[in-house]
């Protein structure tokens, strides 16, 4: 078996790969008899305006068919997109938008500044996070060693963030130009996936490369820090209960 496809399945374990979204430029019906054939069943398809990217959300996916798309996946054919778990979650993240109408791809200093700073706030909390740049802005994962409750999650993000906007805010930046958006979020649970680590962004496509610290990492570095995050980077649950309790008890 391919190594990276061991270490995603292993990644992302969390996450159950039985509710997927694919993002494909492939379309029609003798596409949408291949999605079904192993058993899953298709809620629905989107076709963007963009007419080169499109959308497929599938459940009752196989073990057999949830590799088989990972492996293509890893070939940069499609994406593969997984949804948190409604009540619970092992993993978690944030995604970084640039909030800019002229150019959302532009990596702009209020963006460098919430991403170092995010990155900072949760090491400092013990909760190593690994951050993916993906188009618009940053991926940023962190895995528990045990599942907690998406409320208590979500209130962790929210409050995390709102400590960056108001940092941003108080250095003279316009917090309005990042948006923060939260995975899990209680308010859109089986409605949102993200992307997961491993091929070219959907429409830039350009690999979603790791960032360390102020350099992205090329391909097959990022590889090796994805395994090293795997290894080394999981948060023991008591580490995040405290990190919690600190950040709930933190004032703006």
């Known amino acids: 078996m391919d190594r990276r496809l061991e270490l995603l399945q292993a990644y992302y374990a969390p996450l159950s790969p039985a509710t997927v979204k694919l993002e494909t430029m492939q379309h029609g019906f003798a596409f949408l008899e291949t999605l079904t054939q192993r058993g899953a069943r298709l809620d629905y398809g989107e076709l963007t305006l963009q007419g080169t990217l499109h959308k ?79 188009g618009r802005g940053y991926h940023v994962w962190t895995r528990l060693a045990e599942a907690r409750p998406n409320q208590v999650i979500y209130d962790f993000m929210m409050k995390v963030a709102v400590l960056i906007a108001a940092e941003l805010h108080f250095m003279g930046g316009d917090r309005r130009r990042v948006k923060f958006n939260f995975y899990p979020d209680p308010r859109t649970e089986n409605t949102v996936s993200l992307r997961l680590f491993g091929s070219n962004h959907a429409k830039n496509r350009i690999f979603s490369r790791i960032l360390d610290l102020d350099r992205l990492l090329d391909e097959p570095e990022s590889w090796v820090e994805f395994a090293r995050h795997l290894e080394v980077g999981t948060v023991p649950a008591a580490t995040f209960d405290l990190a919690a309790e600190k950040i709930r008890n933190t004032s703006v």
């Open 56 to 134: 497929y959300k599938l459940s009752q996916v196989s073990d057999e068919q949830s590799q088989l798309w990972l492996t293509e996946h890893l070939a940069k054919r499609l994406n593969v997109c997984r949804y948190f778990g409604p009540q619970e979650n092992a993993i978690f993240a944030f995604n970084l938008d640039n909030n800019r109408v002229e150019n959302n791809t532009e990596i702009i200093p209020e963006m460098a500044f919430a991403i170092r700073r995010l990155r900072e706030r949760l090491e400092e909390l013990g909760c190593r996070p690994l951050v993916i740049a993906s």
